[in-house]
């Protein structure tokens, strides 16, 4: 079965830096886009980037741009989120989308 695992949460400092990645497995996404969201306690969960499969195109959302930068290795079946100058508001679950499926997120905090 299809299966997304996020992982590299951690505590940072504001101003620091994380790499999250996504793992996929359990099926075939060639021409899939993958999606970063997160989400805190008591609100929507929020698009942070995107990526198309080839990785020629990436958005971001306006609170991260410059700051965060999309990838992926297809070969590795896996995409990346580095996330550098850190912000406590940058504080939540974080979690990956292909299609349909998402996984189960992984915690990034940032402290002042």
């Known amino acids: 079965q299809v299966q997304l695992v996020e992982s590299g949460g951690g505590l940072v400092q504001a101003g620091g830096s994380l790499i999250l990645s996504c793992a996929a497995s359990?099926?075939?996404?060639?021409?899939?886009?993958t999606t970063w969201f997160r989400q805190v306690p008591g609100k929507e969960r929020e698009f942070v980037a995107g990526?198309?499969?080839?990785?020629?195109?990436?958005t971001y959302a306006v609170r991260v741009k410059g700051r965060f930068t999309i990838s992926r290795d297809n070969a590795k079946d896996t995409v990346y989120l580095q996330m550098n100058s850190l912000k406590p508001e940058d504080t939540a679950v974080y979690y990956c989308?292909?299609?349909?499926?998402w996984g189960q997120g992984t915690q990034v905090t940032v402290s002042s």
């Open positions: 990526i198309t499969w080839s990785g020629g195109i990436t």
């Open positions: 989308r292909i299609s349909s499926y």
């Open positions: 359990g099926g075939t996404f060639d021409g899939y886009p």
